[in-house]
């Protein structure tokens, strides 16, 4: 039987560096597909050359999973999108597809504009990471997710029920009589198993207890407000913050710690390779997220049994159910958040239950269920005239 062919279609592979968690479910979902069934190729739109991006191209070549695209930054995101473009085209041309992937809003644009126009007419396919579209750029929005897209694209995959929703409820795709799919992103099982080395890590602060936050270093995270949340905690108790990411965002966190007058509690210890090794030495897992998709190392945390505190955003909402399996608090409102992980850090019994329940609970969203969605998907969509 002829295998599949499937182009994935991501903004980066710099994964943990300049890209996050939709560019690192693609890549676990080109190389959790069955290669006796599909071929995958990642196409990654931009070129970093960080370490990250190195790592990652290391782990896919020796996986035999192709990756293409990486253009270089020009300095002009026309002229960039016009050379990402014209290198799908080339790719579509080499590698014929039967089905594109997009994981990235820009790499939506692309998506269809093959699918119309290529001969080869490859199915277009997306999946929907957030639910802010084009960062609240509302014509943008108004443009392509609400009109052009419902109209172009074969089908849409929701990564949570509010995104699922939201897009169900678009007024040409009801008149299109179009719904989406809803798949979970996932985790890989064996981290539920995961055996971490329980001696001190290079790097890690010896001070505790302490806090964690992973993300990369944007608006989009809320760090200032978790900065603001830590000055309150440490009025009552002392607390250090590891900050594990890196981003744009880092020098201006910097100097906010220096002035609430909290540098010393405050560790920024960059992109790290072990997050899973490092997450079993912190007291609690906190995500101060404007808003979400479905927040991967979340899941992680929930799956190593670390507590967690997160804002209440979409993604995040789906995933912990307050006072049960963690603690919700309103976003961009410090004085909630430092109350809430002193709720943590003063009943530990308390933290300690929570953490278990969340373990179980995590365990239905995992990378091997979310590729058996994706394999029925691709193959109904196939099945299509």
């Not at 050379?83 to 080339?90: F, G, L």
């Not at 990564?159 to 989406?180: G, M, N, P, Y």
């Not at 929930?302 to 995933?319: F, N």
Request: net charge positive.
């Amino acid at each position: 039987m002829e295998r599949l062919k499937i182009m994935l279609v991501v903004a980066g592979i710099a994964i943990g560096d300049q890209n996050g968690g939709a560019e690192y479910f693609a890549v676990q979902l080109a190389r959790q597909l069955d290669k006796s069934q599909f071929e995958p190729l990642v196409f990654a739109m931009w070129q970093y050359g960080s370490p990250a991006e190195r790592h990652w191209l290391t782990i896919l070549n020796e996986e035999r999973v192709p990756v293409a695209g990486l253009t270089p930054s020009r300095g002009s995101i026309f002229r960039e999108l016009q050379d990402i473009y014209a290198r799908m085209w080339s790719t579509t041309n080499a590698f014929t597809p039967v089905i594109i992937n997009s994981h990235s809003q820009r790499g939506d644009i692309p998506n269809i504009l093959l699918h119309m126009f290529h001969p080869s007419r490859p199915h277009s396919l997306r999946t929907i990471h957030i639910d802010q579209p084009w960062l609240n750029r509302l014509y943008l929005d108004l443009i392509f997710d609400k009109v052009v897209f419902p109209f172009c694209f074969d089908g849409e995959i929701a990564i949570s029920e509010i995104v699922h929703q939201k897009l169900d409820r678009r007024l040409f795709a009801r008149i299109l009589r179009k719904k989406s799919m809803l798949c979970y992103n996932g985790i890989s099982a064996e981290i539920f198993e995961y055996q971490c080395s329980k001696e001190s890590l290079p790097g890690l602060p010896e001070q505790r207890p302490c806090i964690g936050v992973v993300g990369r270093l944007t608006k989009q995270k809320g760090h200032s407000d978790l900065l603001d949340a830590v000055k309150l905690i440490l009025q009552r108790q002392p607390v250090h913050l590891w900050v594990i990411g890196s981003g744009p965002l880092e020098a201006e966190l910097r100097q906010q710690a220096i002035r609430l007058g909290i540098k010393d509690y405050i560790h920024f210890l960059g992109p790290r390779g072990d997050v899973l090794d490092i997450l079993p030495h912190l007291n609690m897992m906190v995500s101060s997220s404007l808003w979400e998709g479905l927040p991967t190392v979340l899941l992680e945390a929930m799956a190593l049994g670390v507590p967690v505190v997160a804002t209440d955003v979409s993604g995040s909402r789906e995933l912990i159910r307050n006072g049960v399996t963690g603690l919700l608090v309103p976003s961009r409102s410090p004085n909630h958040l430092a109350e809430a992980v002193l709720e943590m850090l003063n009943h530990p019994n308390q933290a300690h239950e929570m953490a278990q329940a969340a373990h179980q609970h995590a365990k239905i969203y995992t990378i091997q269920n979310a590729v058996q969605k994706y394999v029925q998907i691709y193959k109904q969509l196939c099945r299509r005239q």
